[in-house]
């Protein structure tokens, strides 16, 4: 698929790997629905529409060469299991649910298992969007906990990575479809050892734009252009979203609130068709453990903070052995057949996509090349209503847009 087709069938997720490899003949900036967006400045090379076609996450979503994520078509490969949190309680308080990653990165990097962590850091360009940055230090990676409910394009400086001497040893944390492509490429660079690489990421429910973030600001009493800074989630989980003015000023709102009534309704349309927003392709996933209320649905009730861990391959089983043992994560077992539960939207979004999809080209409209995910392997899981229903809403929502 060539960049112009992907940004006209709004598959681009403004991941800003096309940016990234071709700076001087691609701008970057927002649209007109508030997301992230690559224009042409100039035409581009034939081997740089070659890569991103590959690539790029709104083009090829190819997970068909993960590392044996075969066994478990709904939930991908899982080596190891549980709900965790950051013994350092500062760590556990700032991070979304139990500041399990931030631990992660600074382990990896403690115990010289990566040489730096390629990951979104804080605003460089407003206080609606994150740019990705490279941290070397314990500190550095602090100050990136938390997850960060708007347009991001993590993959702006991957071509640093991906020109980094072949002995390097990075962690990368990024959304499902940006690990996977960020995998693949490395795959693919023949100077580099994908050994040397580990990737991590969470569940992923959708990527809210940019204008429901400043509708939310606009709803809790802050002007978006007197915001200066956005916390989603922490002290505590999930904790409230804090808005501070550039006054200083703070106003703030429940997760319920922000997520589930603002953020959550203005998602990406790719992520609308999205298979893989449980990260089959990373290393380690992390998401929220939440807990179940009586009638088996999240209940979003405030706790100290715990992060569902699932180790997919046996590099990162050995480096979460390595933290229980050094006392750095807490761990607890955790049943695999719960996460339907407590995760109800991913499993509708999985067992639902093959109906989404066939929406798509109903409509004679180009979905991304979809290639080993599992989802056609699972849609009876969902049943026959929930399938139509699923197919009819695509429809409307095609035709809407
Ligand atoms: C857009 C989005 C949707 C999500 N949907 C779900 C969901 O449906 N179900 C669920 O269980 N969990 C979801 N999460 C994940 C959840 O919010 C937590 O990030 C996860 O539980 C890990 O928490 P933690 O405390 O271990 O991570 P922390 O220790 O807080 O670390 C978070 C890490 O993620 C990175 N990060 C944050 N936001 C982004 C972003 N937008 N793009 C790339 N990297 C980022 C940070 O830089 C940091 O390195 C979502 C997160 C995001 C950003
Ligand atoms: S998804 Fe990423 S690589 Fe693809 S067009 Fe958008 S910004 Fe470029
Ligand atoms: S839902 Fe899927 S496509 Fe959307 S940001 Fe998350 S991983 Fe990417």
């Not at 083009?59 to 075969?70: G, T, Y």
């Not at 453990?289 to 715990?306: K, Q």
Request: charged share 20%; glycine share 8%.
């Amino acid at each position: 698929m060539t960049l112009k087709k992907i940004i006209e069938d709004n598959h681009c997720i403004g991941c800003g790997l096309c940016k990234s490899i071709s700076p001087a003949q691609i701008n970057f900036s927002e649209n007109s629905h508030g997301f992230l967006e690559p224009s042409l400045l100039e035409n581009l090379p034939h081997n740089a529409e070659a890569f991103i076609s590959e690539f790029c996450p709104g083009s090829n979503i190819d997970i068909s060469l993960a590392p044996e994520n075969k066994e478990d078509y709904m939930w991908g490969r899982i080596k190891k299991i549980g709900k965790a949190y950051s013994t350092s309680s500062n760590t556990r308080l700032a991070g979304s649910s139990g500041g399990v990653i931030t631990e992660i990165s600074a382990y990896l990097l403690a115990k010289g298992i990566v040489d730096s962590v390629y990951h979104l850091k804080s605003p460089d360009e407003g206080p609606f969007t994150f740019t990705p940055g490279i941290s070397n230090s314990d500190d550095e990676i602090k100050k990136s906990v938390g997850s960060k409910y708007t347009a991001s394009p993590t993959l702006l400086r991957i071509n640093e990575l991906l020109e980094s001497e072949s002995t390097k040893k990075w962690a990368v944390v990024a959304k499902p479809c940006e690990i996977s492509a960020a995998r693949r490429m490395v795959r693919s660079a023949k100077h580099l050892d994908e050994n040397n690489f580990v990737f991590i990421s969470f569940f992923c429910a959708g990527l809210p734009s940019i204008s429901a973030n400043k509708k939310l600001s606009s709803k809790i009493g802050i002007p978006p252009e007197d915001v200066s800074s956005i916390i989603y989630r922490g002290n505590g989980c999930p904790g409230n979203t804090i808005i501070t003015s550039n006054t200083g000023r703070q106003a703030s709102t429940t997760y319920k609130e922000a997520w589930g009534n603002t953020l959550g309704r203005d998602i990406h349309p790719r992520c609308k068709i999205c298979p893989d927003g449980i990260g089959l392709d990373a290393d380690l996933v992390c998401a929220d453990a939440w807990d179940m209320d009586d009638s088996g649905y999240p209940s979003f009730s405030e706790n100290e903070g715990f992060s569902l861990v699932i180790s997919r391959t046996n590099k990162a089983s050995a480096f979460l052995n390595g933290m229980i043992a050094d006392d750095k994560i807490s761990w607890a077992p955790y049943e695999s057949s719960n996460i339907q539960y407590a995760q109800p939207s991913q499993f509708y979004r999985r067992t639902t996509l093959v109906s989404r999809i066939l929406a798509l080209k109903f409509l004679m409209k180009s979905p991304p090349k979809i290639l080993g995910t599992g989802v056609s392997k699972i849609i009876f899981a969902a049943g026959l209503l929930t399938n139509i229903k699923a197919f009819a809403g695509m429809v409307k929502r095609q035709w809407r847009l």
